[in-house]
């Protein structure tokens, strides 16, 4: 009795995926559970588990297909079962709500029968292909230039062709993955969307190295976390949005929402790109307790396994780029939260003290990206200062001063 | 005087003129139709398609029956030809469909004239036939007058032993050896008729190769099996002098190139060089009518002459020389004379050469493609590949189609084989829809058929015949 591997539900407006990698090939042996097959979809990749044990007899859909929710990848015999021999690779399965059925007669007339069956080997609009054949009849020419020109009209999962220009002996391509383009629509959303501006202050760590160096070891001991920087910069952030709630909002629409909760997304660089996850209620989290949700987060990004709940719903974000080395930096706003702030690396610094004097401090260059349309200034600027004073002074964030 | 005024007189009842005619009617418009020759049909039905076809399926009966019988197993003791026989049954054939035209043109109401027409003023003609001359007026003339028989100089014709094809049509016996000069459609087609029937026939030819207008492989394949069937060839040879006498024709011929004269003998010489524009009597430069260098009636896009109100179509404007084309063309102008849109898609006109095996084809050679630079794709099948024609035992041959190298779309197909005329109706109707090779492969043809070799040429475009 054969089962079958169907695609699981995505996420949130995750309607489709790409098969990223078959980890199995016809004929292996598969456990229940034991994931068969990863799918990459605009947020995360994500692994589909065998949902019986037996044989792996068919893959119906191969690498780099597309595929929507529900669709039928593969097949799993019976235990022992011998696997069903498919011939060489099956062509794209079409996603259903996108399956051309025979192409639609255009002004009464059908397309020629190579046209036809160009159509359909394309999963192509025949309405969008203009005919030149006797009273507008699609011709098997008119489908060959369709195809040739880039991917305007056709449904979104047909055949785009490469770009008409020569290859370069110099270049390499690359085709963006599907993470890297919604990364990149995201981007730009953020951009055209808000009116965003950024304010700079500078923080010195002096106080806050010294407390680390302090209690790490014994944090460690107690909470088996690592007593890291995040959890101070989490908190003090808290700290200030509660006094700044516009920070902590969101325009929707003509309305500005502000929130009550304080869910904190934290930036993690991964191979593939960078990833968000969110700290809920940090809040209400301790230290310990940011850390190693944070922790926690950064293993699951590195190996790949981040759900898309676990990206979502976020309503303030940091962003890290001075472990890159970064000194200074305008980060760009993770829609669609109002605010980001940005770490940058600590550099000793020559500083003019209280008294006058100079002093080598460590300093941090911290920035804030802000919708102007839910933030004024005034409020972006204070709020900035007093994740500045939490961070110079921790015991600020203790006595919630 | 309101009988002799019509909306339309077409002048010539050929195929042009007729269905010019006839259309014309159909489309309400009053219509009266000048022919002088005292049937209708034109060259076409009298003097040229009709009775060499007939002639062409009679003699081949005979060469059939003398050469292929024996293969079916089916033997006889005495076979002869009874000429009048033949021709008396060619002659009913023609007067059949001639009176057949004007039992269409009675259904029609087109009012049918004979005599000689001359146009003497715009929309006026004066008809002049055995009871006299009549004057009649219309609002449109169309001229159809067709073409005759080109002459060539130094060879005249007396239709007794210098023919015209009008006498290699009507020939009291059979030529002991006929010398046909010009091996286009005509000279190759009365050829094999006489060949056929006993005659020596040698076939003298100005250029280098038979079916001049033709794709290159099929006139060197038509030449081929011609030779087989008997027929010698002299190629790039004109002749330049004819002497008859006491039944005997004495031909001077020189190399087309220049250089050494020499003689031939033959009891009957065919002229088939090729045919000319006919307007004699017409009245065309009086009324200041334009013809070109050529003698050809120049029109526009929609037949007009230059003379408002005189138009014309068929042989006499030149084009392609066939009684199709001239059809076309009388559908067309009757339309537009009725308001609406009549056009002729002179790309996809097919021509046929009544051999046997016999030659069709439609679109452009191989030689014009590569002259224009065309980038194509050929796809060649022969019949020796089909199963139909070799269980008729009709094989030679092959069908050739050509095509875009990048749209797929059928830009020419040849024939050479049994039933290639009507075989070419396919592509010819294909070419009309703007169709791509891999159509024609696509579309189901019955089995066993002829037609199969149309399709597997197809598949041969995408080198991927089936049968070969």
Redesign the interface.
Known sequence: MSTQIVVPALGESVSEATIAKWFKQVGDIVAADEPIVELETDKVTVEVPAPSAGTLSEILVETGATVGVGAVLGVIGAAGAAAAVKPAAVAAVKVPELAVAAPAAVGGHPP????R?LIEENSLDAAAISG???DG?I???DV??TLEKPAAAPAPVAAAPAAPRAPDVREQRVKMTRLRKRIAERLKEAQNTAAMLTTFNEVDMTALNALRSQYKDAFEKKHGTKLGFMSFFVKACVTALKEWPAVNGELVGDELVYKNFYDIGVAVGTPSGLVVPVVREADKLSFAGVESTIAGYGKKARDGKLTIDEMTGGTFTISNGGVYGSLMSTPILNTPQSAILGMHKTMLRPMVMADGSIQARPMMYLALSYDHRIIDGREAVSFLVRVKECIEDPQRILLDM | MSENNFDVVVVGGGPGGYVAAIRAAQLGLKTACVESRGSLGGTCLNVGCIPSKALLQSSHHFAAAQHEFAHHGIKFSKLEVDLAAMMARKDKVVSGLTKGIEGLFKKNKVTYIVGAGRLTAPGTIAVTGKDGEQTITAKSIIIATGSEVTPLPGVEIDEKHIISSTGALALGAVPKHMVVIGAGVIGLELGSVWRRLGAEVTVVEFLDRALPLNDGEVSKQMQRILEKQGIKFKMGTKVTAAKSHKGEVTLTLEPAKGGAAEEMKADSVLVAIGRRPFTNGLGLSELGVEIDNRGFVKVDGHFRTNVPGIYAIGDVIGGAMLAHKAEEEGVAIAEILAGQAGHVNYDVIPAVVYTHPEVASVGRTEEQLKADGVAYKSGKFPFMANSRARAIDDADGFVKILADAKTDRILGAHIIGPMAGDLIAEVVMGMEFGAAAEDIARTCHAHPGLGEAVKEAALAVDARAIHM
């Open positions: 020629a029968p190579s046209a069956k030149t054949g006797k009849r011709t098997k020419g060959l230039s």
